[in-house]
């Protein structure tokens, strides 16, 4: 199964109620809960930092414009990575924390900004402060586990 969250930081203050839904999509019908030992697999998203993001707004806006000595000279997909990494402090300490969990977490994109990670829905209840159910999709009967609300 996979979970995508913007930004997980388990490491800091937990107990501030990040999202919660009232309700569920019309098209799934809640089933009850999954097995603890459920084996899930995370993909967390890390934030670039309010100075990446403004650097390439920045950039953008001068390789667009046509009176700028830069307009025209587009960056590569790489050099748009390079500027909004997250901070290699942020990646450290995710893949610490997971690590120190006995967990595998892996970099998925050149600057990191994407990890995976599985685990048990014991352990993502346990770190996300949250409880999760099953749900079936009332046409494909596709089942996925889903928490409404996190911490």
Request: no cysteine.
């Given at each position: 199964?996979?979970?995508?969250?913007?930004?997980?930081?388990?490491?800091?203050?937990?107990?501030?109620?990040?999202?919660?839904?009232?309700?569920?999509?019309?098209?799934?019908?809640?089933?009850?809960?999954?097995?603890?030992?459920?084996?899930?697999?995370l993909t967390l998203f890390l934030s670039?930092?309010?100075?990446?993001?403004?650097?390439?707004?920045?950039?953008?806006?001068?390789?667009?414009?046509?009176?700028?000595?830069?307009?025209?000279?587009?960056?590569?997909?790489?050099?748009?990575?390079?500027?909004?990494?997250?901070?290699?402090?942020?990646?450290?300490?995710?893949?610490?924390?997971?690590?120190?969990?006995?967990?595998?977490?892996?970099?998925?994109?050149?600057?990191?900004?994407?990890?995976?990670?599985?685990?048990?829905?014991?352990?993502?209840?346990?770190?996300?402060?949250?409880?999760?159910?099953?749900?079936?999709?009332?046409?494909?009967?596709?089942?996925?586990?889903?928490?409404?609300?996190?911490?």
């Open positions: 199964m996979k979970f995508s969250l913007l930004t997980l930081l388990p490491f800091v203050a937990a107990s501030t109620l990040k999202e919660s839904r009232d309700t569920h999509p019309a098209a799934w019908e809640k089933i009850g809960s999954p097995t603890q030992d459920q084996k899930v697999h670039a930092s309010d100075q990446a993001v403004s650097s390439l707004e920045r950039e953008f806006l001068d390789r667009s414009n046509p009176t700028s000595s830069k307009f025209g000279q587009w960056m590569s997909n790489d050099d748009v990575h390079a500027l909004v990494a997250p901070t290699t402090d942020s990646v450290s300490a995710v893949m610490s924390y997971f690590s120190s969990r006995g967990a595998l977490a892996v970099a998925r994109t050149s600057n990191s900004d994407v990890i995976t990670v599985d685990l048990t829905v014991e352990e993502v209840e346990e770190i996300l402060e949250a409880e999760y159910d099953s749900f079936v999709h009332k046409d494909t009967e596709s089942v996925v586990h889903r928490t409404m609300s996190y911490r």
